[in-house]
């Protein structure tokens, strides 16, 4: 029996600066919830539907600061698809380390394809698997591996606090 925590939300916002923390709440309240900390057992759902007259560039400048809050504070912060095979064996890589990744699903999240956008302009590319190493872009698959292959990920992992060793 899961826990199941939905939240409904209607709300007509203008373009003032109380309305961009009441989206930017939000959206922070969704996304902060590190599904790799949630037990298989339970169910975490959040339903928010804003009708809003914000300009598309406010929508996306919060979506980018969403992004940076997902990812401060973390040691290892993953950005993957359930479904995708490469982000599978980043986890796994990361995870046979030690080290607990706060891992994103994004095409399992309500807002998954706007916080890929926002990686995409945060200079990550290809957007999945993205990984944030210390809070700083360590950048895809390639990366990861080549840090790995040149016996870096560790040390940086262990400079992060993501290794207890």
């Known amino acids: 029996m899961g826990a199941q925590i939905t939240h409904n939300k ?3 916002c203008s373009h003032n600066k109380s309305t961009l923390n009441f989206l ?3 959206f922070y309240i969704s996304f902060l919830i590190c ?4 037990s298989n057992t339970q169910t975490f759902s ?3 539907s804003l009708s809003s007259k914000f300009k598309l560039s406010k929508i996306l400048t919060t979506m ?3 992004v940076r809050e997902m990812v401060s504070g973390r040691p290892v912060v993953i950005f ?3 479904s995708c095979g490469i982000s599978h064996s980043i986890k796994t890589l990361i995870g046979d380390f030690g080290a607990n990744p706060c891992v994103y699903e994004l095409d399992e999240m309500p807002m998954g394809r706007e916080i890929e956008q926002a990686l995409s302009r ?8 993205v990984v944030y190493i210390g ?3 360590v950048g895809g698959s390639q990366e990861v591996f080549s840090l790995h292959l040149n016996q870096a990920l560790r040390p940086m992992l262990q400079r992060a606090g993501a290794l207890w060793v």
């Not at 599904?35 to 949630?38: D, F, M, N």
């Not at 945060?122 to 698997?129: E, F, G, I, R, W």
């Open 10 to 12: 209607t709300s007509k």
């Open 122 to 129: 945060l200079d990550c590319s290809p957007t999945v698997p």
């Open 80 to 82: 993957g698809r359930s």
């Open 135 to 137: 809070g700083q872009l």
């Open 35 to 38: 599904p790799s900390s949630i």
């Open 24 to 26: 930017y709440l939000h």
């Open 46 to 48: 959040l339903s928010v």
């Open 64 to 66: 980018d600061r969403v």
